[in-house]
């Protein structure tokens, strides 16, 4: 994505639910303290939407002074009339990554239940239901009582994981406990446990159908642009074939499939049916391209594109609302299908991770526990990107490694089984509905299964250095045109570059025969290993032979002509292809790297394989080869081409060990480990030292995603004083516990645009009482002045829990309950890497630096971002968002 519109990403800034008090409360008073927030919970915790009513009506209520023993109990009651509210589960909050599907699973409902109030409860509650802020987590309750608008994060903005799992921790508490109540409770214990499970298995089972739907239809709209199947045109070439078995190379053994000269009445060979086959391949392309762009650019923006980065930016934390809704789902899989059949330069692998991240959101909204709490939900989406990987490389094991590797930010124990179990469904979902594909689940099923020998880890080495040079200098070209895109005129007329970029693609590449067929073709012709007689398949234009070894006869094979010139057309296509994917790659239809990238290392790999076969014949007595030779054909070129495909994949993209999985599942070849191994760190190190990011974290970067790579290490010597906002000299806005207006405050948010605010004493003496979130001042502010009698601007605002002692003004508003009184804070000498791990470990959204205990700055995370940049010697204006 180039760009996003900053939609509230100042004004509105602050994400929060009023949900701290809630979690100070659970952890009980003793000896007149609370335990710390080290012990779970977030500083800035953004509080739930029930908590923070539970709050308001307790505090904005006209009744008198409260103390600390009057604050909200989440102690479940022995007695259901003793149950107000709901918890994480039972409450309703539109919070998530998309604005769409959230208001499809979590309508904003005002019910109550009227006797279920506590005795001692002031019957004039502000919010028109009595409460004294008692509230109960509970993941089924059917009460809900918010404020409208409490409890939503912000768009482009981070989660905050300390309170999600907390809470979600206390309502887990609470269900067990209710367990030994009735049987129902039980029952409801048990489905609430077994939940997740039933999620990822929706999840995976609707994986594996939009998948086989994708595959279905891309196969069958990529052959319509050669030709159609006039005894069923909604047959592809290989089911319209089936019986013949014809080659990919020879149309002609099948008299059933029909090219488009011959239903206009011509011969199948010919100049001129040559030309109408050339203009009708071109016009079909442009067709399907226009239609991509125009559908996503009327009804998804978000669907274009890979999604791989934005995906890994939103488990890490961030917001990115409509990202994943069910309109994204929708047209990212319909655009998928006309990008691939267009025959640009582009796989479905990354965008399946996408649209399988998109119905593990849809999903979740069916479970409370996941669907109201963002921690919680993204166990669910790494588990759906899982399924993604595997249901469009058939590679279960490699999916859940790609998602633990590549993707995920955390990724419990219980995620991984998780996440294992949703693949293995979306693979045996996907191959139950292919019966005409390849009788392998697999991708590219290698025949063959000899052995390889010690001299050939130099050429399999040689494969990934290579594949680290070619994947880092993909990098930098395909960054160079996207930030030129993005910073000039260009990303104006998204549409008309689309369809630029395919014309020239359909002009290039139909010439060719190796660019004109489907990539997973080539890439699976690529791999394959010739057999005797196979006469279809250019690059097994072969003469046999034998040749005397001194102790016997050995059969060897020497390249024909057809091989050396399939070599050229080869580097041609090579040439093409990267040249193609550099610009292909970021324009605005769906567009992945996997294939791309796999076919330049197949085709790399296939050249240096036949080098080293050459070599084998010429040289059949070298040292090299001495007690090797027993057998015939020794070298197969086909295996070059797997290792050079996983070579410039993992230099492309950096992966290791999920690369490795991946591609002994896709070709079937367990026997070739090693090899590939190899040829995976050999291209990890060369590009790690020719650039540090891989594809997707470089374009993060690129769009200023507050992405902090657990991965990296911090090796600066900075303390938080010199990252701390404001510096030393410069004025903090506070606000005092007890001697501002709601005028003051007022004033306050509209000069200011921080997400919250520190409450100290006084500003003469300037000791930290907590923090308190600007979302949370703006609804109760505003929420008491229109329904409590008596609140006015000159209304004392009070953030203690005590009476002033000479009050002759209007009613003070007390707002202690959306007070975080337990907020995580550092010292001003502590090392900036040790904040750093904060940030990573916690996730941590800001964090307050004190002095002796006096209040000094914050810390936000777009500050710790922009700092390691500028120590990287890199641009900290490029983070954007907070």
């Known amino acids: 994505m180039d760009k996003f519109p900053l939609k509230g990403s100042r004004e509105a800034a602050a994400e929060g639910n009023s949900y701290i008090t809630a979690y100070q409360t659970v952890m009980k008073k003793s000896n007149g303290h609370t335990i710390g927030a080290g012990d779970g919970d977030h500083p800035l915790a953004p509080h739930s939407k029930l908590s923070s009513y539970a709050a308001a009506t307790t505090s904005l209520t006209a009744a008198t002074a409260t103390d600390d023993e009057d604050m909200i109990d989440i102690t479940p009651r022995s007695s259901p009339g003793e149950l107000i509210g709901g918890g994480p589960g039972g409450y309703h909050r539109e919070t998530a990554t998309e604005s769409d ?53 912000e768009d482009f903005h981070t989660i905050d994981w300390q309170r999600d799992i907390a809470r979600d921790r206390m309502r887990h508490r609470y269900i067990v406990k209710k367990r030994q109540d009735s049987v129902w409770d039980l029952i409801k214990g048990s489905i609430d446990a077994g939940s997740g499970w039933l999620c990822v298995l929706l999840v995976g089972i609707a994986a594996g159908c939009v998948a086989g739907m994708v595959d279905i239809g891309a196969s069958w709209m990529s052959d319509l642009k050669h030709g159609i199947c006039p005894s069923a045109f909604w047959f592809n070439r290989e089911q319209c074939c089936y019986p013949a078995k014809q080659s990919v190379f020879e149309e002609g053994n099948c008299s059933t499939w029909k090219t488009w000269p011959e239903i206009f ?71 998928l299908m006309l990008s691939v059949s267009a025959g640009l330069t582009l796989g479905k692998e990354g965008p399946m991770v996408h649209i399988a991240s998109c119905i593990g959101n849809i999903f979740s909204h069916l479970f409370p526990k996941y669907g109201r709490n963002e921690a919680k939900k993204r166990e669910i989406l790494s588990a759906a990107s899982a399924a993604g990987v595997s249901v469009a490389f058939g590679a279960p094991i490699g999916g859940v490694l790609f998602s633990l590797e590549e993707v995920s930010y955390y990724f419990p124990l219980k995620t991984l089984w998780r996440s294992f179990f949703c693949a293995l469904i979306a693979a045996f979902v996907l191959r139950s509905l292919t019966p005409f594909g390849n009788e392998h689940s697999v991708l590219f099923f290698v025949e063959y299964n000899k052995p390889w020998i010690f001299f050939e880890l130099i050429p399999f080495v040689f494969l990934g250095i290579m594949g680290g040079v070619i994947g880092t200098f993909f990098i930098k070209a395909n960054l160079w045109w996207c930030r030129y895109r993005k910073f000039s005129k260009l990303g104006q007329y998204p549409v008309s570059e689309v369809l630029f970029v395919t014309l020239v693609t359909g002009i290039i590449c139909y010439p060719n025969p190796f660019t004109r067929m489907n990539m997973n073709e080539l890439i699976f012709l690529l791999v394959s290993k010739c057999s005797p007689g196979d006469m279809s398949n250019p690059l097994c234009d072969y003469k046999r032979m034998n040749i005397s070894t001194g102790t016997g006869f050995v059969e060897v094979t020497e390249p024909g002509p057809g091989v050396y010139s399939s070599i050229w057309l080869l580097v041609l296509t090579f040439i093409l292809k990267l040249a193609l994917t550099i610009f292909t790659f970021g324009i605005k239809v769906p567009s992945g790297l996997f294939i791309p990238s796999l076919l330049l290392g197949a085709i790399m790999g296939r050249i240096v394989g036949i080098g080293v076969e050459q070599f084998a014949y010429s040289y059949p ?262």
């Not at 500003?763 to 929420?783: C, M, P, T």
Request: hydrophobic content about 40%.
């Open 265 to 335: 009445g011509l011969s199948r060979l010919g100049t001129g049916p040559y030309i109408i086959s050339y203009i009708w391949y071109i016009l079909w392309a442009l067709l399907f391209a226009s239609l991509s762009a125009s559908l996503v650019r009327m009804f998804a923006p978000y669907a274009c594109g890979s999604g791989i980065p934005e995906i890994k930016t939103i488990l890490s934390g961030f917001i990115i609302r409509g990202y994943l809704g069910k309109w994204t789902l929708l047209i990212k899989s319909v655009g």
């Open 621 to 882: 007595n070298f040292w090299f080869f001495t007690g090797e030779c027993a057998d015939s054909n020794l070298i197969t070129p086909g295996l070059y081409a797997v290792v050079g495909a996983a070579a410039v994949l993992g230099g492309v993209t950096r992966m290791t060990v999920s690369l490795v999985v991946i591609m002994f599942e896709l070709t079937g070849g367990v026997r070739y480990i090693v090899p590939l191994m190899a040829a995976a760190m050999a291209s990890k190190w060369v590009g790690d030292a020719l650039g540090r990011q891989g594809i997707y974290d470089a374009h993060i970067a690129l769009n200023g995603y507050p992405f902090l790579d657990s991965k990296e290490e911090f090796a600066h010597t900075t303390l938080a004083a010199d990252v701390m906002q404001p510096k030393r000299n410069e004025t903090l806005n506070v606000i005092t516990q007890d001697s501002m207006t709601v005028d003051d405050v007022e004033n306050l948010l509209k000069e200011t645009e921080h997400n919250g605010y520190p409450v100290v004493v006084s500003r003469e003496n300037q000791y930290l009482v907590g923090f308190v979130l600007r979302r949370d001042l703006n609804l109760a502010i505003g929420n008491a002045k229109r329904l409590i009698e008596g609140i006015n601007s000159n209304s004392i605002v009070l953030f203690t829990s005590t009476q002033p002692t000479q009050n002759l003004g209007p009613q003070p508003l007390k707002l202690k309950k959306i007070l975080d009184m337990a907020p995580i804070t550092v010292t001003d000498q502590t090392p900036m890497e040790t904040v750093v791990d904060m940030f990573r470990k916690l996730g941590l959204r800001q964090t307050l630096v004190t002095h002796n205990g006096r209040l000094l700055g914050v810390i936000t995370k777009k500050d710790v971002l922009r700092h390691v940049k500028q120590m990287d010697n890199e641009d900290p204006n490029t983070v954007l968002f907070n």
């Open 101 to 153: 599907t959230e208001r499809d699973y979590a309508p904003n409902q005002r019910t109550m239940h009227h006797h279920h109030q506590h005795q001692h409860v002031p019957t004039h509650s502000a919010f028109g239901d009595p409460m004294d802020g008692a509230l109960a987590f509970y993941g089924s309750s059917d009460v809900q009582d918010d404020i409208p608008g409490i409890g939503q994060y």
